[in-house]
């Protein structure tokens, strides 16, 4: 399947906040109450339309765990789009939020769109963190926030999406050279998709892990 330009995603925050989950649930519109921890990357991919073109999307969920921070790093070149999770229901999750953003930035392009993604909002009973806090932070950052529930897909397809038209206004407005693939876009190819349908999920360097409801 051909498409008019591909962008690259990347996924982070710490352990446990739900991001395969989140990727399984855009790719595959499923959802898994139990999942490996991820070890190194994941990689998914889905085709999107936005303003009648073909956009691609490659995406690739990363570690949480310290020990993977290197290998998460060398994820964010040539980046075009993150989105960053916390879990609603950890406050430490959001406490490390700025340790996260700065790392993305500091390894990133300067055009990279940033989103903040408050996640499990399905667990409002166990809600720590409160909405106008991520909010604030978002606003305070200069990103877009969206609670969102990879168990009820809840504003799921909203936060890759909306992310991707931010992007792409970008591309409109001149503000990014597509030539560059540094800053996480490429120009489509006629060439057949490499997931048919437009939709995986497989281990990019996955091992087993331990078992974890992560979601």
Request: aromatic share 8%; glycine share 10%; hydrophobic share 35%.
């Amino acid at each position: 399947m051909s498409y008019a330009y591909l962008f690259k995603y990347v996924i982070i925050g710490d352990t446990g906040v739900g991001k395969s989950c989140l990727l399984l649930q855009f790719t595959d519109k499923r959802f898994m109450a139990v999942h490996d921890l991820t070890i190194g990357v994941e990689f998914g991919a889905r085709m999107i339309t936005i303003g009648n073109k073909k956009i691609k999307l490659q995406i690739w969920d990363t570690a949480g765990q310290e020990s993977f921070r290197s290998i998460t790093r060398s994820y964010y070149r040539g980046t075009a789009g993150a989105l960053l999770v916390y879990d609603i229901t950890r406050r430490e999750t959001f406490n490390h939020l700025y340790a996260w953003l700065e790392d993305a930035r500091q390894h990133s392009s300067p055009h990279m769109v940033i989103m903040l993604i408050g996640n499990k909002s399905d667990m409002e009973h166990r809600r720590v963190v409160q909405k106008e806090e991520g909010e604030a932070f978002a606003r305070e950052h200069g990103m877009v926030f969206m609670e969102t529930s990879a168990k009820t897909s809840a504003n799921v397809e909203e936060a890759f999406l909306n992310t991707a038209k931010a992007i792409y206004r970008k591309i409109q407005q001149g503000e990014l050279d597509i030539s560059n693939e540094g800053n996480g876009i490429r120009i489509g190819s006629k060439q057949p998709a490499i997931i048919p349908g437009g939709s995986s999920l497989r281990p990019g360097l996955q091992g087993s892990g331990d078992r974890s409801g992560c979601c």
